[in-house]
């Protein structure tokens, strides 16, 4: 386990691996077979899904911070909105315009954490009226949820 942390080259996997010792130290009641669950987990995803679990955690901060705005296609450009639209969105699409990585990393990306059972879907095709973003909102599972909290939130 220690040489997965030494080894590790990414500064986010570092911290995350972090959190886990922190949150499994501190925590009365720590499941210490989940936090090896989750040191094994972590160790095995790649930058691009650790990522991708966190804009699925975070999807309004992480469009916030990347500076990047998907425009609603309901709004017209005077600020008012349409009476009527509907747009097909598919999630490999909102994905490559929030972070730029190439489509078919982000489908293997998205297939392994589907098969973790990490995200509901490892594709997604959104048909809305409404704001393109809405379509990365509940992605992830419970466990999911739980192992992504886990990672980013050291307790104290």
């Known amino acids: 386990t220690i040489q997965y ?52 955690f975070h999807p309004e901060k992480v469009k916030e911070e990347r500076g990047r705005k998907i425009t609603n296609p309901l709004m017209n450009e005077d600020g008012t909105f ?16 929030l972070w730029d990585f190439d489509i078919s990393d982000i489908e293997e990306s998205m297939t392994y954490l589907y098969e973790n059972r990490l995200i509901s879907h490892k594709s997604k095709l959104l048909c809305t009226n409404d704001d393109p973003l809405d379509i990365i909102n509940d992605m992830l599972t419970d466990k999911g949820y739980e192992f992504v909290s886990f990672i980013l939130h050291p307790q104290e």
């Open 5 to 56: 942390v030494v080894t590790e080259r990414n500064k986010d996997k570092r911290t995350a691996f972090r959190n886990i010792f922190t949150n499994s130290a501190i925590s009365e009641d720590c499941n210490f077979d989940k936090a090896e669950r989750y040191m094994l987990l972590l160790y095995q995803l790649y930058s691009i899904d650790l990522t991708l679990l966190c804009t699925f």
């Open 82 to 97: 349409k009476t009527e639209y509907q747009q097909e969105y598919l999630i490999y699409e909102i994905l490559n315009e």
